[in-house]
């Protein structure tokens, strides 16, 4: 008979059966999870942290436009919580502007509230970031809250604390880092749960549409889809993955094409002024116009909402770094604060126009704004391609 194979418990440090040797001896027993015991400790950290914090009430924060990575991020995180005695609640500021997202929302029945002026958020004890850089709140408090939980997967910026934290890069997407938060720890997804069936769903959505549907996937991405799927709900699945364009983010799409300007395996296009609640467009026309043949990187900008130059990176070349580029081509603001950042393969940036944002002629704003991006890219272009000659 094969030896029975055993893992360490991830809280008790006993040993425990496989279960699937249980059910038949016979057979190879499978290999442990790869970095099995990193996994586990990371959920020790996890679960002393929510302990120290048991019965208090936690804000987990959802930053920009919720998306379908942060959303179910923050639904795990408020599961792993509410095993805790912590009250949680989920809050986000910007407008959930995709109509998908906003389907996802509600057949979810999420519970997600979005910020109104007037809320107290003084009232929580402790706040949660998810799938974030930087735990900045969008809003000022009197007192800043003590960082619980900072969970992300775009590059690290550094300079902040929280009681537990945990940044991989080689992750595509937040959601599969939770995944393997309920694989290790004993309140994991269970089965016939209805609850726990759409959070399951939601937290494969997130890891489908943040890898591009597993074209961009990591390890950590497939044995998270591997953990969820027996939990899955396939016929909700089904109805949130429905991709469709809008018809606005079609009229997007196309004056991308139409204003495009190429420069070597370089795809810059400005599309003119977008709506706030058309934002996700910009980042759809970048996914598309960067399938353009012979087009590495494609940057799409906008005036969003009339106050901010807004834009997109998308990229598939081996020598730009979304961060690093956007943030050495923009710069920070007068607190320090980036106009730009990003992860492997995309990134965005936001440079409010402040005053200027008042003028009354839109072809001059336009203009300026364009004028500034082109110059600014191109000429980091430039310097890139001496660089590398
Ligand atoms: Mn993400």
Redesign the pocket.
Known sequence: MAPVAQRRSALTGEHVALSAVDRNADATPPPPPLQATEASTRVERMMEALEGARGSRLLIVIKGHP?P??IA?AIAQRHLARAFDIEASIIFFDEISHPENRALVKSLDAGLAQYREGMDLGAFDFVSFV?TQTPHMPVRLPTPLPVLTFVD??KTVGGFDARFMDIREEAG???SMYAEYLENSPFGLRHNNPEDARLATALMH?IRS?TDNFLLAWAIDFRAAAYLRPFLDNDLLRIISKQSVTARTMEIIQRGLNNKQIRGTFLLAGVGFVRDEDRDGIGQAADFLLRHEGVETAVVFGIVNGDAVDGSLRTVSHTVDPDTWLKQLFGTDTSGRHFGGG?RNKGGFRIPLGLFGRCRDRDALWAIGKKTIEDLVYEKIGVDQEAED
């Open positions: 998306d990575d942060s991020s799938d997967h775009h997407a937040t959601s997130g943040d992860r």
